[in-house]
């Protein structure tokens, strides 16, 4: 569902870039907030777990169907199985964990598809492309990347991800010029292992992280430029 809903976002998005008009018109806003993050995947089987973050990045508004957002995230997710025990196959030389924590740091640029709009009030759905780094550790905090037991016998993986976010959001715009905003939605890693593991996972559930943002938008500038129509 989250993939056909990326398609439509992306498709879109190509029709706006490219549809013609004789007035290109950006404004820049610098955008700061708070997060909240939480994870699922093999060691809970669901979003129960919320931990704060904060995000900052630049906001461009062309006053068209899409606008564009450049955001890097700082934040931590955790995650914990108290039921959890490892697959029967495995030698007891395999020690998993049953609960992580994970510090993440997200880059990512997204296109906001608008919805719908009434007076200052912007309802939008967005899709984007990024980096993901996580780095899983136990509850004492030492790094699980390192030690090979804590997963299955042919199981390795890098820290770095590719990640497709996927949120939709609501944004409030006062007459100076700034605003208010809130999303929610998906990073939607590539990675399998924001855990550290998978072959020793308790259950089908693939790891993921759902965000919760606030944020506001304060001015910068605005830039305008004559097209030519063909």
């Not at 976002?9 to 993050?37: C, E, M």
């Not at 564009?68 to 998993?96: N, W």
Request: net charge positive; hydrophobic share 40%.
């Amino acid at each position: 569902m989250k993939w056909s809903i990326s398609f439509v976002l992306i498709s879109a998005s190509f029709y706006s870039l490219f549809a013609k008009d004789t007035l290109s018109v950006r404004n820049k806003f610098l955008v700061a907030g708070a997060n909240a993050l939480a994870y699922k995947g093999s060691l809970q089987k669901s979003y129960a777990r919320w931990t704060p973050g904060f995000q900052f990045g630049v906001y461009f508004q062309k006053r068209k169907l899409v606008n564009g957002m450049l955001t890097a995230t700082f934040g931590q997710v955790i995650g914990e199985d108290r039921d959890y025990s490892k697959p029967a196959k495995f030698s007891d030389q395999i020690q998993p964990v049953s609960k992580f924590q994970t510090n993440i740091f997200s880059l990512q640029y997204e296109l906001q598809l608008l919805l719908f709009r009434y007076k200052g009030f912007r309802l939008f759905a967005s899709q984007g492309i990024g980096f993901l780094r996580f780095t899983p550790k136990d509850w004492e905090g030492n790094s699980l990347i390192e030690k090979d037991r804590t997963r299955a016998p042919d199981e390795s993986y890098s820290k770095n991800s590719i990640q497709f976010p996927t949120q939709v959001g609501l944004q409030y715009w006062f007459p100076n010029k700034m605003g208010f905003g809130i999303q929610a939605g998906w990073l939607n890693s590539t990675s399998n292992f924001i855990d550290n593991m998978s072959k020793l996972s308790g259950n089908e559930v693939s790891d993921n992280i759902a965000t919760f943002r606030f944020q506001f938008y304060y001015f910068i500038e605005q830039s305008s430029r004559q097209l030519t129509k063909n």
